[in-house]
């Protein structure tokens, strides 16, 4: 079964960190663009990053910037978000998406596989 898994949400205090992570089953991430979105409650799903193949392009939401990091670890077969100095706007459910396409994921916001999403909660 092919299948993406994301893991690492949780609460955390505004200012604090938390990092995400995307694993694949059944199939090698080697090859693909991986991106993360979210979803607020509420709100459409707006992408938050992504990251090419060999690690070396990653684009960001205006709103995350300098806070949100994207890495990836091909033998892992694991792709990351360190996420920095939360705010509670970035409370929402967050979903990674993979496909072998650039544009289709940084630009379309598609992907032919998807997570089954982690919550993100920002709170005091």
């Known amino acids: 079964q092919l299948q993406l898994v994301e893991s690492g949400g949780g609460l955390v205090q505004p200012g604090g960190s938390l990092r995400l992570s995307c694993t694949a089953s059944?199939?090698?991430?080697?090859?693909?663009?991986i991106g993360w979105f979210r979803q607020a409650p509420g709100k459409e799903r707006e992408g938050v990053g992504c990251?090419?193949?060999?690690?070396?392009?990653?684009n960001f939401a205006d709103s995350v910037k300098g806070r949100f990091t994207i890495s990836r670890d091909n033998a892992k077969n694991t792709v990351y978000l360190q996420m920095n100095s939360l705010k509670p706007e970035d409370t929402a459910i967050y979903y990674c998406?993979?496909?072998?396409?650039?544009?289709?994921?940084?630009?379309?916001?598609?992907?032919?596989?998807w997570g089954q999403g982690t919550q993100v909660t920002v709170s005091s």
């Open positions: 059944g199939f090698t991430l080697d090859y693909y663009t």
């Open positions: 990251i090419d193949s060999s690690g070396g392009i990653t």
């Open positions: 998406a993979a496909d072998r396409v650039f544009g289709k994921i940084c630009v379309l916001r598609k992907g032919d596989y």
